[in-house]
């Protein structure tokens, strides 16, 4: 008998909940029979109102959770300023950690972290990886970009840094960030649109 997760539906909000519980079924469909190898896999996307993960060993989804976290949403709940302070910041944290954990159980085992964000792809640029269509970024080159989004909000100024001052470019990088530590993941896989 296969050890697979159970699966599970969004528990976002009804009515947004739906659409992006359909969406990020659609990008693992996708991202499966295209950009993906053979074995499991955990699909990211990060939203401007929700975070949608998706995992599972075959050409569907297993299973999804679409979490009540998203950019612009944890943006203009948290960053009062551009960029955030501090204790902005670990707010967003403390309430971003809480929804992430959520999908801890869905988590095919073994799979890879798969992202086709826009926001991802630039996050890893501005890790230092050269843009490609398919760009493999890991975890410690991601720590550095939100080291460098922290100095910022410890004063350093953001055109020494390089980094979009936009408060949703924060907030996706906040979402990633606490997605690849608390999900475990030691890289995302960051592949264009299919």
Do not use: W, Y
């Not at 295209?34 to 990211?44: H, N």
């Not at 996706?172 to 649109?193: G, K, N, P, W």
């Amino acid at each position: 008998m296969k050890d697979t997760p159970p699966a599970l539906s969004s528990s976002a909000p009804e009515a947004a909940g739906s659409g992006a519980d359909a969406d990020i079924r659609a990008r693992f469909r996708a991202l499966r029979t295209g950009a993906c190898p053979a074995g499991a896999l955990t699909v990211l996307h990060i939203g401007a109102d929700h975070t949608a993960v998706a995992s599972g060993p075959g050409l569907e989804a297993a299973a999804v959770l679409v979490l009540d976290i998203g950019a612009r949403k944890t943006a203009r709940q948290f960053f009062r300023r551009s960029p955030p302070t501090p204790l902005e910041m670990e707010n967003a944290i403390a309430t971003v950690e809480d929804e992430v954990i959520r999908a801890v159980p869905l988590l095919a085992p073994g799979s890879a972290l798969l992202c086709s964000d826009a926001v991802v792809r630039e996050i890893a640029v501005l890790a230092g990886l050269a843009p490609s269509p398919s760009m493999a970024m890991p975890l410690d080159a991601m720590e550095r970009v939100f080291e460098r989004l922290a100095a910022v909000a410890e004063g350093r100024p953001v055109v020494r840094e390089g980094l979009p001052q936009d408060p949703g470019f924060a907030a996706a990088l906040l979402i990633l960030r606490e997605c690849m530590h608390h999900l475990r993941f030691a890289s995302v896989a960051v592949v264009a649109e299919p």
